[in-house]
């Protein structure tokens, strides 16, 4: 009897999330972090903190936290925000992953909202939310727009840039990751995320929820902060880099002239256009890609299409405010 007492209630409980949550330096905010998951309205979570070899008191703050799903790792050495990713997913036991950052607050549904939706939803391999942006006192500073749900658009997206979700509102089936071999990887200058959506998004799907499930800190010490302002030129190559091989990996082929121009005019930031003529080669090698996209029969021709017409008018309108601006 008490054994089927027992698989009862780990059938009621199931499935399980493990939300990893890498942890460096975050004394001033883990606490809010760690809180607003012990304050979810989902409840069958574990939390994975990867202590990375902080030199503040951030663990003086993770063990004020009596509770016995939050299970604390420590590295022996600073090994990052990817490899402590990693190791989390690692160590967790969840039928979903769910990612925080130790400076970001989780709204009260977030778990809730997320599980039901993939759980009804099992074609969704990973699924976002909208975030709110708040300031180091952690006063709103404004919403973000509601990101794209659309998993082929998603798709078509992440052949040129990142996807329109933060990583903070991720969550992950856990045997997605594993059957794929999925890994956050270091030397991106803050843009593991990218890396790993973009991989992710050539073996499965990734959608969205129109909630807000997330309050993403604005701060001074924030990572993609600093990795943009420090590293701008190590940064752009980077994003250059996986531009490139996001278009390969998914059967598309472009000359060395043309990638130079998609890199320099769809840059992460200030890309554009310097000349007329290279607006009409940007539009010719747009409509090369869309030509091997058909040729390819690729699910998703009508939204690579859309985004394609999107990045163009884009540059149109802003070489028509060049010019007109140089006539003055």
């Given at each position: 009897m008490?054994?089927?007492?027992?698989?009862?209630?780990?059938?009621?409980?199931?499935?399980?999330?493990?939300?990893?949550m890498p942890?460096?330096n975050?004394?001033?905010?883990i606490g809010?972090?760690?809180?607003?998951?012990l304050?979810q309205?989902?409840?069958?979570?574990e939390?994975?903190?990867i202590?990375?070899?902080?030199?503040?008191?951030?663990?003086?703050v993770?063990r004020?936290?009596?509770?016995?799903?939050?299970?604390?790792?420590?590295n022996g050495?600073?090994?990052?925000?990817?490899?402590s990713?990693?190791?989390?997913?690692?160590?967790c036991?969840?039928?979903?992953?769910a990612?925080?950052?130790?400076?970001d607050?989780a709204?009260?549904?977030?778990?809730?909202l997320?599980?039901?939706y993939?759980?009804r939803?099992?074609?969704i391999?990973?699924l976002?939310?909208?975030?709110?942006?708040?300031?180091?006192?952690?006063?709103?500073?404004?919403?973000?727009?509601?990101?794209r749900?659309n998993?082929r658009?998603?798709?078509?997206?992440?052949l040129f840039?990142?996807?329109?979700?933060?990583?903070?509102?991720a969550?992950?089936?856990?045997?997605?990751?594993v059957?794929?071999?999925?890994?956050?990887?270091?030397?991106?200058?803050?843009?593991?995320d990218?890396?790993f959506?973009?991989?992710?998004?050539?073996?499965?799907?990734?959608?969205?929820?129109?909630?807000?499930?997330?309050?993403h800190?604005?701060?001074?010490?924030?990572t993609?902060?600093?990795?943009?302002?420090?590293?701008k030129?190590?940064?752009?190559?980077?994003?250059?880099?996986?531009?490139?091989?996001?278009l390969?990996?998914?059967?598309?082929?472009?000359?060395e002239?043309?990638?130079?121009?998609?890199?320099?005019?769809?840059a992460?930031?200030?890309?554009?256009?310097?000349s007329l003529?290279?607006?009409?080669?940007?539009?010719e090698?747009?409509?090369?890609?869309?030509?091997?996209?058909r040729k390819m029969?690729i699910?998703?021709y009508?939204?690579?299409?859309?985004?394609?017409?999107?990045k163009?008018?884009?540059?149109?309108?802003?070489?028509?405010?060049?010019?007109?601006y140089?006539?003055?």
């Amino acid at each position: 009897m008490m054994k089927q007492c027992r698989e009862g209630y780990k059938k009621i409980l199931e499935p399980l999330v493990s939300v990893i949550m890498p942890s460096y330096n975050a004394e001033s905010y883990i606490g809010q972090a760690i809180e607003s998951i012990l304050y979810q309205t989902y409840e069958n979570w574990e939390l994975i903190i990867i202590e990375d070899a902080s030199t503040d008191r951030s663990m003086d703050v993770i063990r004020s936290y009596e509770d016995d799903r939050i299970k604390v790792y420590c590295n022996g050495y600073n090994r990052g925000i990817a490899a402590s990713t990693n190791r989390g997913i690692d160590e967790c036991h969840g039928k979903y992953v769910a990612l925080l950052d130790d400076d970001d607050i989780a709204e009260k549904k977030r778990l809730e909202l997320q599980v039901n939706y993939l759980e009804r939803h099992l074609e969704i391999d990973i699924l976002g939310g909208r975030t709110t942006y708040i300031d180091s006192q952690g006063e709103l500073i404004d919403y973000a727009a509601v990101p794209r749900y659309n998993p082929r658009y998603i798709k078509a997206m992440l052949l040129f840039n990142c996807m329109d979700f933060m990583n903070s509102t991720a969550m992950i089936r856990k045997n997605f990751i594993v059957k794929n071999r999925l890994l956050y990887h270091d030397g991106c200058y803050g843009m593991q995320d990218f890396r790993f959506y973009m991989e992710s998004s050539k073996v499965g799907n990734l959608s969205t929820i129109k909630d807000f499930v997330l309050r993403h800190r604005m701060h001074e010490n924030n990572t993609t902060k600093k990795m943009t302002e420090n590293f701008k030129e190590e940064r752009a190559k980077v994003y250059a880099q996986l531009q490139r091989d996001s278009l390969y990996a998914s059967g598309f082929r472009l000359n060395e002239a043309s990638l130079t121009l998609v890199n320099k005019v769809l840059a992460e930031f200030n890309g554009k256009c310097d000349s007329l003529d290279e607006l009409v080669q940007l539009y010719e090698i747009l409509q090369e890609l869309l030509k091997q996209g058909r040729k390819m029969e690729i699910d998703y021709y009508d939204e690579m299409s859309h985004v394609c017409r999107t990045k163009i008018a884009k540059q149109v309108i802003e070489f028509k405010n060049l010019f007109d601006y140089k006539k003055r």
